[in-house]
T-cell receptor, first 115, second 111 residues
Framework: NAGVTQTPKFQVLKTGQSMTLQCAQD?????MSWYRQDPGMGLRLIHY???????DQGEVPNGYNVSRSTTEDFPLRLLSAAPSQTSVYFC??????????????FGQGTRLTVV | QQQVKQSPQSLIVQKGGISIINCAYE??????FPWYQQFPGKGPALLIA?????SEKKEGRFTISFNKSAKQFSLHIMDSQPGDSATYFC??????????FGTGTLLAVQP
């Protein structure tokens, strides 16, 4: 099992560009989520999904879109990158639909810089 | 609105000492209280977790103490080791379908 795989590991974008951060898991987990990690701010929830076709907003959803067409994949799209979106992004997955009550497995992270 | 307040922001402990990190939450709908450990360049990993039906859970040198009435829980690391040096996050989750994290505590254990 690869667990949770995020690509790319590093990315530099220019302001206004768009891109998609990829996240895939091979554990057949229903619950997937995206966080951003900033110094002094901890991990903040961007969007989450409780199953294929179902997504919802977290604490800081503005400027980001998600979709969940399969159980395995949960891509995060930046529509028009801004310097404020410079951060480390983590994808996580967990087992059940009340999945936040079970262990969340995290990817290695994507370090994004917007210039 | 910060749903989880974690303290201290950083902590320096001597080898063999006790590390204590505290968290407080607002929403009584939360019913799952995990602690995650993160090493530099890595994603967070589950360390230990507790449900509100017990007041304490111990796994090796790591203990969670939970006070439901005060809406607080804490992580105690006994006999702290240099290998414990990492960032620790508390989190709250469960029926709300959201796993919300605290701001993190950077722990340095000096040899």
């Amino acid at each position: 099992n690869a667990g949770v795989t995020q690509t790319p590991k590093f990315q530099v974008l220019k302001t206004g560009q768009s891109m998609t951060l990829q996240c895939a898991q091979d554990m057949n987990h229903e619950y997937m989520s995206w966080y951003r990690q900033d110094p002094g701010m901890g991990l903040r929830l961007i969007h989450y999904s409780v199953g294929a076709g179902i997504t919802d907003q977290g604490e800081v959803p503005n400027g980001y879109n998600v979709s969940r067409s399969t159980t395995e994949d949960f891509p995060l799209r930046l529509l028009s990158a801004a310097p404020s979106q410079t951060s480390v992004y983590f994808c996580a997955s967990s087992y059940s639909q009340t999945g936040t009550g079970t262990e969340a497995f995290f990817g290695q992270g994507t370090r994004l810089t917007v210039v | 609105q910060q749903q989880v307040k974690q303290s201290p922001q950083s902590l320096i402990v001597q080898k063999g000492g006790i590390s204590i990190i505290n968290c407080a939450y607002e929403n009584t709908a939360f019913d799952y209280f995990p602690w995650y450990q993160q090493f530099p360049g890595k994603g967070p990993a589950l360390l230990i977790a507790i449900r509100p039906d017990v007041s304490e859970k111990k796994e090796g040198r790591f203990t969670i103490s939970f006070n439901k009435s005060a809406k607080q829980f804490s992580l105690h690391i006994m006999d702290s080791q240099p290998g414990d040096s990492a960032t620790y996050f508390c989190a709250v989750g469960g029926a709300t379908n959201k796993l919300i994290f605290g701001t993190g505590t950077l722990l340095a254990v000096q040899p």
